[in-house]
């Protein structure tokens, strides 16, 4: 059975620094998509970060040059590395797993796999 378990959230001060970590069992990230969503209150899931299989990344215009996703295949854990902080990346951040990237990499329907999830809270 394939699980993801998110780790890292909290609250921190506009401009501070998180790093989410997800811990994967199950398979292998060389044969997978992993990426990072975000919901926050009264708001649709969306797309953050995705990596592939070969170490190729794609992020969502509203946190590039701030996040950066990464992953050690040899503890099978996915990162994001999150700077720069602001008040609107408040949200619940999960960790997803899909068999492959395609399309956009931020299409909720194309990920099998969901952590539960890990509450990051930006005060002003």
């Known amino acids: 059975q394939v699980q993801l378990v998110e780790s890292g959230g909290g609250s921190v001060q506009s401009g501070g620094s998180l790093r989410l970590s997800c811990a994967a069992s199950?398979?292998?990230?060389?044969?997978?998509?992993m990426g990072w969503f975000r919901q926050a209150p009264g708001k649709q899931r969306e797309g953050v970060a995705g990596?592939?299989?070969?170490?190729?990344?794609r992020y969502a215009e509203f946190v590039k040059g701030r996040f950066t996703i990464s992953q050690d295949n040899a503890k099978n854990t996915l990162y994001l590395q999150m700077n720069s902080l602001k008040p609107e990346d408040t949200a619940m951040y999960y960790c997803?797993?899909?068999?492959?990237?395609?399309?956009?990499?931020?299409?909720?329907?194309?990920?099998?796999?969901w952590g539960q999830g890990t509450q990051v809270t930006v005060s002003s």
């Open positions: 990596i592939d299989n070969n170490g190729s990344a």
């Open positions: 997803a797993a899909a068999p492959y990237c395609s399309g956009s990499w931020f299409e909720i329907d194309e990920y099998n796999y």
């Open positions: 199950g398979w292998t990230y060389s044969n997978n998509c």
